[in-house]
């Protein structure tokens, strides 16, 4: 499939489009937590130039008492009505779970990030943040369940991407904290199609992503690489337009099994 370069951008910041990838784990969200999925320019809101979060995404019921866990949990337990993308074989399963905790170097902290680890680079990148957590990043670590009580699947969303990242167990049956960052990186390492592309906010926003994704070639070490980086393409991961700092995860009040992806 011959590339295709959006005739509106200027050629310093050419774009190239690849339409022939795999699904795999990806699945487009039918619906966002703060603003609709992008159909047309004219309806969409950009967010500001900074995710920005409430406290109340952090902790959620039970009520906060003397048995409340440290901040260094984040927390979510079920609404009153259940997530729009939940299956139901899925969510009689989480009737059960009560309150379900994400792993300490997972959880989201509004001022010290978890983990030292820029999701534009590969996992093997991520190293523990020692400020936030005496917790080391090793084998046996990412070995351990995302949350507590482990579940099979987790759904990120993030209000920057119009897609939701569906992260699966695929070691062993819970999802571990390996697998969301592999599956995470998997995900925003997919090509963007021009239909997607379209679908930004505004002329400004557009030539920002195309911006993002010349500025993400230029990291190439070498001549080869950097062809080879440009030949593929626009990425998922240029839609985020430079906020790439892996900030932990919030809760929602969809559901046990979704939670924000919470970047800076």
């Given at each position: 499939?011959?590339?295709?370069?959006?005739?509106?951008?200027?050629?310093?910041?050419?774009?190239?489009?690849?339409?022939?990838?795999?699904?795999?784990?990806?699945?487009?969200?039918?619906?966002?937590?703060?603003?609709?999925?992008?159909?047309?320019?004219?309806?969409?809101?950009?967010?500001?130039?900074?995710v920005?979060?409430?406290?109340?995404?952090?902790?959620?019921?039970?009520?906060?008492?003397?048995?409340?866990?440290?901040?260094?949990?984040?927390?979510?337990?079920?609404?009153?009505?259940?997530?729009?993308?939940?299956?139901?074989?899925?969510?009689?399963?989480?009737?059960?779970?009560?309150?379900?905790?994400?792993?300490?170097?997972?959880?989201?902290h509004?001022?010290?990030?978890?983990?030292?680890?820029?999701?534009?680079?590969?996992?093997?990148?991520?190293?523990?943040?020692?400020?936030?957590?005496?917790?080391?990043?090793?084998?046996?670590?990412?070995?351990?369940?995302?949350?507590?009580?482990?579940?099979?699947?987790l759904?990120?969303?993030?209000?920057?991407?119009?897609?939701?990242?569906?992260?699966?167990?695929?070691?062993?049956?819970y999802?571990?904290?390996?697998?969301?960052?592999?599956?995470?990186?998997?995900?925003?390492?997919?090509?963007?199609?021009?239909?997607?592309?379209?679908?930004?906010?505004?002329?400004?926003?557009?030539?920002t992503?195309?911006?993002?994704?010349?500025?993400?070639?230029?990291?190439?070490?070498?001549?080869?690489?950097y062809?080879?980086?440009?030949?593929?393409?626009?990425?998922?991961?240029?839609?985020?337009?430079?906020?790439?700092?892996?900030?932990?995860?919030?809760?929602?009040?969809?559901?046990?099994?979704?939670?924000?992806?919470?970047?800076?």
């Open positions: 499939m011959d590339p295709f370069i959006p005739p509106a951008i200027p050629p310093s910041l050419t774009v190239l489009f690849t339409d022939n990838y795999s699904q795999a784990i990806i699945e487009l969200a039918s619906t966002r937590i703060q603003s609709p999925t992008p159909t047309t320019t004219e309806t969409i809101t950009m967010p500001g130039r900074h920005r979060f409430n406290e109340e995404n952090i902790f959620y019921s039970p009520v906060p008492s003397e048995s409340t866990p440290s901040p260094t949990l984040s927390e979510s337990s079920l609404p009153s009505s259940t997530g729009p993308t939940t299956p139901p074989q899925l969510r009689e399963l989480f009737m059960h779970l009560g309150p379900v905790a994400i792993h300490p170097i997972l959880a989201y509004p001022y010290i990030f978890p983990v030292n680890y820029d999701i534009s680079y590969p996992p093997n990148t991520a190293s523990a943040n020692i400020r936030a957590s005496p917790i080391n990043l090793d084998s046996y670590c990412l070995a351990e369940p995302a949350t507590n009580p482990a579940i099979s699947v759904s990120l969303q993030n209000d920057l991407l119009p897609w939701r990242c569906e992260i699966r167990a695929s070691t062993t049956h999802v571990t904290v390996e697998d969301v960052f592999t599956q995470l990186y998997r995900f925003l390492r997919t090509p963007g199609t021009r239909e997607e592309f379209k679908a930004a906010p505004s002329q400004r926003v557009r030539d992503i195309a911006d993002t994704y010349r500025n993400r070639c230029l990291r190439a070490s070498s001549a080869e690489e062809t080879e980086e440009q030949r593929k393409g626009l990425k998922r991961v240029d839609f985020l337009m430079g906020r790439t700092t892996f900030m932990g995860l919030s809760s929602t009040k969809l559901g046990p099994n979704a939670w924000v992806l919470n970047l800076q």
